[in-house]
């Protein structure tokens, strides 16, 4: 099925410019021709079927926009090639059209109320290690996965991973020291929360302790982790459930102990920290706690 920026709808020529065409005016050859290229042009500008995977997409990461910048360097990927050419703004306006025409009125207020808080958020909480806002492969990766990244062959992949369960995969992923920054950060965004009193948003209805990371402005640094280091792995070994082409993430810390959250379902009932994106049925922990040695942390792919 492809989705085309516009239904066909004739031009507004009338109707004290409410796009309606006032009936009498329908036979008048200038509406007929108006009409004929408007539907030329809906047909040249429907979405391709599938990605063009050759394509580089544009970064939309410095725009403040309805929707995440990632969809929409994903969504350049099936642009019509009479699109592919035209400037970023223009491909900015003619895929916003096609994202809102197809998201419910309801959904979108609800984004933005939430583009709404987080930007509250973000303009009075001082970050506390800024470096980790940024992506720093080298100091944020273990060796071993940014080879296998750079590889970027099932082989390089399969030669650093474990699969204790058919499509279950373990991997050594995060430098120890990335890992405790992050914990450094989620701790004095937390006594920030506590500080000034400010309700914030937990990361599921299931745990009353813990923050969803995009929230304080991460979710540019987490776009780049699932683009560049996620993506090509789930590409690989998740391609039947959109591995290829992952668009969205929802990154989040979540506390547990004996005074926090206590149910870890298949997890270490400890004092632990689990931070998660999920994509597309695809979840991505990385799950340490006291008990375990952090230069061994590791990333989970599970195929559910």
Request: some cysteine.
């Amino acid at each position: 099925m492809s989705l085309g920026a516009g239904s066909g709808d004739l031009p507004a020529t009338g109707g004290g410019g409410n796009g309606a065409v006032p009936v009498g005016e329908l036979s008048r050859p200038s509406v007929v021709a108006a009409a004929t290229a408007a539907v030329a042009m809906t047909s040249q500008q429907r979405l391709r079927l599938n990605p063009n995977k050759d394509h580089k997409p544009d970064s939309y990461d410095d725009l403040q926009l309805d929707f995440s910048p990632a969809i929409f360097s994903s969504l350049e990927r099936y642009l019509p090639p009479s699109m592919l050419g035209v400037s970023r703004d223009d491909k900015v306006k003619f895929m916003r059209e096609i994202l809102l025409k197809y998201l419910p009125h309801g959904e979108r207020n609800r984004a933005q109320r939430h583009r709404e808080y987080r930007q509250k958020i973000i303009s009075n909480y001082q970050p506390l290690h800024r470096d980790i806002y940024s992506m720093h492969p080298s100091a944020f990766f273990v060796p071993t996965f940014l080879k296998a990244i750079n590889d970027n062959t099932e082989e390089s992949f399969r030669n650093i991973m474990s699969e204790p369960s058919p499509g279950v995969f373990t991997f050594e992923m995060f430098q120890p020291q990335f890992c405790k920054l992050l914990l450094s950060e989620v701790e004095h965004f937390e006594e920030w929360v506590n500080e000034v009193r400010f309700r914030i948003m937990r990361p599921n209805t299931m745990n009353k302790y813990g923050a969803v990371l995009d929230d304080f402005g991460l979710e540019t640094m987490l776009d780049k982790l699932m683009e560049g280091f996620v993506r090509p792995i789930s590409k690989v070994f998740f391609p039947e459930v959109g591995g290829s082409t992952l668009d969205s993430h929802h990154g989040f810390v979540v506390e547990y102990g004996k005074d926090r959250d206590v149910d870890l379902g298949e997890y270490c009932l400890s004092n632990s920290f689990d931070t998660a994106t999920l994509e597309n049925n695809v979840v991505h922990p990385c799950t340490f706690c006291d008990f375990h040695d952090l230069s061994n942390v590791q990333i989970l792919v599970e195929d559910r």
